[in-house]
């Protein structure tokens, strides 16, 4: 799980043409151009890849009671819905938590509360959906996964954004990590 901390501190994978937070704040500030994909932009389509799941899956519903694998399959597209709307929520409060780190902001901080708290409503959309199909289970590459029980760490990014203060997030411009491991 990441913390919105981590997602204002996070940087992109290589070669991906994604600003990370840190990158996109620095260049809005600046009055930069944005030559990458930004943030925002990737909340965006979330957003709308969203949009375009729940408008296919009500065509879907009815079929669905009569067919068990699609009712399955539309209840695992529902579940990736609320998913997708959580992380959209999630990089736009993180995205006003920076700018109000940089500027102190009240609007921003404001704005902040607001998108974790729409994540927040979101991600329990997405823990009903998903966990009454699935138990939480042991996964080898991430270990055991409750998603309810990671609804509490969820709402600490409320408490997170609540008590932070403005010039938290440093930045020197250097971003840990790099090609090595992407490439061959």
């Not at 932009?41 to 799941?53: M, P």
């Not at 994540?119 to 959906?129: G, M």
């Amino acid at each position: 799980f990441y913390t919105v901390r981590h997602f204002m501190e996070g940087t992109s994978m290589p070669g991906a043409e994604v600003l990370c937070i840190r990158d996109w704040r620095a260049r809005l500030t600046a009055r930069q151009p944005m030559e990458q994909t930004t943030p925002l932009e990737i909340a965006e389509a979330l957003d709308g890849a969203v949009a375009e799941t729940l408008a296919s899956l009500d065509a879907l519903r009815e079929a669905a009671k009569e067919d068990s694998e699609l009712r399955k399959n539309v209840t695992d597209c529902e579940a990736l819905a609320w998913l997708g709307r959580y992380y959209a929520s999630k990089i736009r409060g993180a995205c006003a938590l920076a700018l109000f780190d940089v500027n102190g902001d009240k609007f921003e901080h404001e704005a902040a509360l607001r998108h974790l708290g729409d994540a927040l409503t979101h991600w329990k959309r997405y823990a009903v959906v998903r966990d009454a199909h699935y138990v939480p289970a042991l996964y080898n590459r991430v270990g055991y996964v409750d998603v309810t029980a990671l609804t509490e760490k969820v709402a600490a990014d409320l408490d997170i954004a609540r008590n932070w203060k403005p010039g938290t997030l440093k930045d020197d411009g250097t971003r840990a990590g790099s090609e090595k491991g992407f490439r061959k």
